[in-house]
């Protein structure tokens, strides 16, 4: 089941685009935004250097340059799961490069 719980907007080459976290199946779905609007993709924020992200609540995207780190701009996703090894944490916020998400749209 489906619930969808943050939506964002951002650009990307002169183009709108709306990611949603689906809370029903701890993804992200990303639609350009337009005449006609299209789905174009959905992603997961899987485990890496740091836990992945479950039960996202909210999000917020800027796609303006903030450093070198967030180039075309910065994502924020609220993780519902926090987790050090087998120990529960405070639920937190990751930030994730908008690069990687247009990563994804040049795939498409």
Avoid: C, W
Avoid at 27 to 46: H, L, M, N, W
Avoid at 85 to 104: R, V
């Amino acid at each position: 089941m489906y619930d969808v719980e943050g939506l964002a907007l951002f650009s990307f080459r002169n183009e709108k685009y709306l990611v949603a976290s689906i809370q029903g199946n701890f993804s992200y779905a990303i639609f350009r935004i337009g005449e006609p609007d299209q789905y174009i993709t959905s992603f997961v924020i899987k485990d890496g250097n740091v836990d992945g992200v479950e039960e996202t609540d909210g999000l917020e995207a800027i796609s303006l340059p903030l450093g070198k780190k967030y180039e075309q701009g910065l994502l924020v996703v609220q993780d519902g799961f926090n987790t050090s090894g087998d120990m529960a944490q405070s639920q937190n916020f990751k930030y994730i490069s908008l690069n990687k998400i247009t990563e994804l749209l040049q795939k498409q």
